[in-house]
């Protein structure tokens, strides 16, 4: 970089995937990435990312905006009410199934389904926000228990984290990811190396609502998948972790699902 240029920040590498740059700006993203490879991975998983929502999503641009969604409505819903931390949960939900295409971002999964859906939805959560250095969390570790589903509905439940402790893993905080069966709780631990795991949660429909526990196949990510009652539970490592299958079993054995 030379002294005239500018340095490069968190919004220019969001403008850059989104397509919001000029093409002078553009080259100097990429001169940027080609010397910073843990800036282009994040940036390949977001591109990754909006691709399988645009074409898992393409139909859904053409429905007409529902009139919950009506911008001045929202609005004047936003400063009527008192900023408080469930609903600032809610917003950022909110805002990340907004901003990532007006549709669901961890839709992701094309024709795949049950399970198979399930791990791939995990590994690409995993990929784009536990690999995220400066703020891989967004509700702190006092946040133990989420909403699963949808928030509107009798059949929303409850998951608490589970003290992964013995095996080394402190919680470090959570998540709430936007899926089309509602809110879908990530729950991110770190171990004393650095390595991080997460726990994904969302609703099972129809498919795999009682299932036993198998890999996940993803070529970012390894772990293990398994559904309970209708709830499905996925545990990811970004990097190599041995003991990957004896920490799911522990989080099968530990983790709490309430009404």
Not at 16 to 40: C, I, K, M, P
Not at 77 to 105: D, K, N
Not at 136 to 159: C, F, I, M, Y
Request: charge should be negative; glycine fraction near 8%; charged fraction near 20%.
């Amino acid at each position: 970089m030379t002294p005239m240029e500018k340095a490069i920040t968190e919004d220019d590498l969001h403008a850059y995937v989104d397509g919001f740059l000029n093409a002078d700006d553009r080259l100097r993203v990429e001169r940027y990435l080609e010397s910073h490879t843990e800036a282009a991975a994040r940036i390949a998983a977001w591109q990754e990312a909006s691709e399988i929502l645009r074409r898992g999503l393409a139909h859904k641009a053409k429905e007409p905006l529902p009139s919950s969604l009506n911008v001045q409505r929202l609005a004047e819903a936003r400063l009527a009410r008192t900023w408080q931390p469930q609903r600032i949960a809610a917003s950022l939900f909110l805002a990340l199934a907004i901003g990532a295409g007006t549709g669901w971002w961890a839709h992701g999964a094309g024709q795949q389904t049950g399970l198979t859906a399930l791990g791939h939805q995990a590994a690409i959560a995993q990929r784009v926000f536990v690999a995220d250095n400066n703020q891989p969390v967004e509700l702190t570790s006092a946040d133990l228990t989420q909403k699963v589903g949808w928030s509107n509905t009798n059949e929303a439940r409850h998951v608490t984290a589970p003290d992964l402790s013995e095996a080394g893993y402190k919680f470090i905080g959570s998540r709430l990811v936007a899926t089309e069966q509602g809110a879908a709780p990530m729950f991110i631990y770190q171990n004393a190396q650095g390595g991080r795991i997460s726990i994904f949660v969302r609703v099972m429909e129809a498919i795999d609502t009682n299932a036993p526990m198998r890999p996940i196949d993803s070529k970012t990510a390894s772990g293990f998948a398994w559904s309970r009652d209708g709830i499905g539970f996925g545990v990811i490592s970004s990097e190599p972790e041995p003991k990957l299958h004896e920490l799911s079993n522990q989080v099968r054995d530990k983790i709490e699902i309430k009404a």
